[in-house]
């Protein structure tokens, strides 16, 4: 009889094992998803910004079209912020040369012309982004998706 208790006993802790593994495994794994979900892209300041929350709810995307977000959302947050950061490191730089009582027009140009690069740059993650989103959406995710990414390439402030 004692014997049993203990062969339970030790089945109960077993499970319990199990069960607090599954908790931790679980936890981990939402804190992962859900931080991918909510990092944005800001596409147009007075609209709201973009992340995977907005295309799950906004664009119905299932989960295989939120795996190929968060993938590609990852890669494109780290290039354009990297983009980002360079191009005010040269705006800086140009805005302090302007500051100079004898600024150097070359070196002027040259800081533009690296700025446009870095924009071009730029544009050209920013459609890597695009394609691969529209490459997993339908006809309808596609049309929103227009929306969503037209003031990233239509100024519609002038219309």
Do not use: C
Not at 36 to 59: C, H, M, W
Not at 101 to 107: M, S
Not at 128 to 156: C, G, H, R, W
């Amino acid at each position: 009889m004692r014997m049993n208790k203990i062969r339970i006993l030790w089945w109960i802790v077993i499970l319990l094992f199990i069960l607090n593994l599954t908790t931790i495994f679980t936890i981990v794994y939402h804190t992962h998803t859900e931080k991918d979900e909510t990092e944005s892209i800001v596409v147009d300041y007075n609209a709201p910004p973009i992340n995977g929350k907005y295309f799950r709810q906004e664009l119905n995307f299932n989960n295989q079209q939120m795996e190929v977000f968060r993938k590609n959302n990852r890669i494109f947050r780290q290039h354009s912020n990297r983009i980002i950061g360079e191009i005010n490191i040269q705006k800086k730089l140009m805005f302090d040369e302007l500051q100079v009582p004898e600024a150097d027009i070359n070196k002027l140009n040259n800081i533009s012309q690296e700025i446009g690069k870095l924009h071009t740059e730029l544009k050209e993650a920013t459609v890597q982004f695009y394609l691969s989103l529209k490459e997993v959406a339908n006809a309808e995710q596609k049309e929103k998706m227009k929306e969503i990414f037209t003031p990233l390439f239509i100024d519609t402030s002038m219309r």
